[in-house]
């Protein structure tokens, strides 16, 4: 089967650069991304390609390519489904609020909301694809739901679940470790894994496509985020260790790196990481052990998750103590909230939690990130509800210029490695500060040896 039309349900972080991507490399099938939020469906058509809702280096002259010729955005979420002959589900699956699992299992009721969406709306046979990330097994509830609310047509399940990386999202998708398929064992369910092979394979080699079952494909997702995750907190454990015995967590980093066994990759020590996927995907994880009984499985992958909200804490605590144990009424000034840099992404953000510590110390911060609004600093501050709006109000004030954020402060954190902070006149930076000038770098960024010759009391994770 030759797939000639595709909807995307879900316009977020995945679903549109992924989307783009189709579309740039098989100008042969219409794709069409759709979305219940219309503003976020607006900014993405907005005329300007500048103002799409997603940061990405590379994206927008994508985008621009692209839209109006085979991509679309829309909110009409039924026609979509209705034309398309493949259905990606690209929604949020994030960690349950609420009821049973609150704090660890994934919400699926939106996943749920497309099923019984593409059951109500299909008027012929249908491929759905999971592409957002499920806790294994999630593809039985959908077909329940399809098969026993469908107008009678026939419906193929798959799990294609996504890799990619924000900030290199375009690079990851143009040139994927591997693309990973699974579905039915069934010969309706190989002639599925092989119209979605044949989409990928207009631009990926096809022995970097791999199909297995639905049953692994759902968990690879899920294990690959445990284990990425797990060298962070790995490395971060031993920086702490590092800071007591004079080791400097760089350089063991790069001694374990060159074992072809370890490898080099994500073995940077910071102040913790964050993003949408890691802790949910653990907790998820940890959840689903549970559920079976495991619970060494469980608590083994929990660590990661307590080790990384250690490092967190052990950050701003560091910052406390060193300003002679008070930063009461102190300006302290963050580089940095987007939870890595080149994307403009704020979830699960290590800053935010430094931040909430330091002003539960009554700390004044002065916030300057290149793509990060005000507005979401603030948002993403009242969404923890520690305190009142007002107070976290009055207590942050984002700037739009570094020097401006830095001016009279105290001490200044790197919470995010944007390349920019590396180049700034530090000189400048110093003059203008409160004596002694104190540098947290929570991202091991900048150069030691250069600002203590300055005169600042440099910090670094792990040294
Ligand atoms: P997101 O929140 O940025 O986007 C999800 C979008 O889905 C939202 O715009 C929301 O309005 C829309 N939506 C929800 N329910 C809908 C419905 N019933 N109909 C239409 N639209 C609906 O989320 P994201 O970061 O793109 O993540 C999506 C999925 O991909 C998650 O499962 C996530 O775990 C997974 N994932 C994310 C990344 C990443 O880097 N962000 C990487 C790999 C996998
Ligand atoms: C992650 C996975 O890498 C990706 O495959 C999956 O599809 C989604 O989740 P993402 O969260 O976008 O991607 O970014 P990633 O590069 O993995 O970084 C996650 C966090 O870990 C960031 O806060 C980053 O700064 C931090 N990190 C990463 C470290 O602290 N040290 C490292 O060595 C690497």
């Known amino acids: 089967m030759k797939v000639t039309k595709i909807c995307c349900i879900g316009a977020g ?6 989307m783009a991507i189709i579309a740039q490399k098989c100008p042969q099938i219409q794709v ?10 607006a900014a993405w058509n907005d005329v300007d390609v500048n103002n799409i809702p997603i940061y990405e280096p590379g994206l ?16 009409e979420v039924d026609a979509a489904i209705d034309e398309a002959d493949m259905i990606f589900i690209s929604v949020n699956t994030p960690t349950k609020t609420y009821g049973k699992g ?51 047509v026939k419906f193929q399940i798959l799990s294609n679940p996504e890799f990619l990386a924000e900030g290199t999202a375009v690079q990851d998708l143009l040139q994927p470790d591997r693309i990973l398929i699974g579905g039915d064992t069934t010969e309706e369910g190989q002639k599925a894994i092989q119209a979605l092979v044949e989409v990928y394979a207009n631009w990926v080699p096809e022995d970097k496509i791999l199909t297995t079952n639905v049953w692994s494909s759902e968990l690879s997702k899920l294990t690959a985020n445990a284990f990425l995750a797990q060298r962070i907190s790995s490395i971060n454990a031993m920086s702490e260790l590092c800071e007591k015995t004079g080791a400097d967590v760089n350089e063991v980093a790069r001694a374990i790196g060159m074992d072809s066994r370890i490898g080099p990759k994500f073995l940077k020590a910071s102040v913790g990481f964050g993003g949408s996927c890691f802790q949910k995907d653990i907790l998820n994880l940890v959840y689903i052990a549970k559920s ?5 499985v469980a608590d083994y992958w929990e660590q990661v998750i307590i080790m990384n909200d250690h490092q967190k804490r052990r950050f701003s605590g560091n910052i406390v103590k060193t300003l002679y144990n008070t930063v009461s009424d102190k300006k302290i000034a963050f580089l940095g909230w987007a939870f890595k840099k080149d994307t403009n992404d704020t979830r699960e953000s290590a800053a935010i939690y430094v931040a909430d510590d330091l002003i539960n110390e009554n700390a004044s911060l002065a916030i300057y990130d290149p793509k990060v609004s005000p507005k979401k600093v603030l948002a993403d501050l009242d969404y923890l509800e520690t305190r009142a709006t007002s107070v976290n109000a009055e207590r942050v004030q984002s700037f739009q210029n570094p020097y401006q954020a830095c001016e009279g402060a105290h001490a200044v954190a790197v919470l995010t490695e944007w390349d920019e902070f590396v180049t700034y006149d530090w000189q400048k930076i110093y003059e203008a500060m409160q004596k002694p000038a104190f540098v947290f770098d929570g991202r091991n960024i900048l150069d030691k040896t250069a600002l203590e010759k300055i005169g600042f009391v440099y910090q670094a994770i792990g040294s």
């Open 32 to 41: 069409t991304v759709v979305d219940l939020n219309a503003e976020r469906i």
């Open 60 to 75: 927008s002259e994508i985008v621009k390519e692209a839209r109006g010729r085979n991509l679309f955005f829309s909110t």
């Open 13 to 18: 972080y995945v679903g549109g650069p992924t």
């Open 102 to 152: 609150k704090g660890m299992a994934a919400d699926l009721k939106y996943i749920e909301l497309c099923a019984r969406q593409i059951a109500r709306v299909s008027k012929s046979n249908k491929i759905v694809v999971e592409k957002s990330t499920l806790p294994v097994r999630t593809a039985e509830a959908i077909k329940s739901i399809l098969d026993n609310t469908g107008n009678g």
């Open 292 to 296: 079976y009984g495991l619970q060494e």
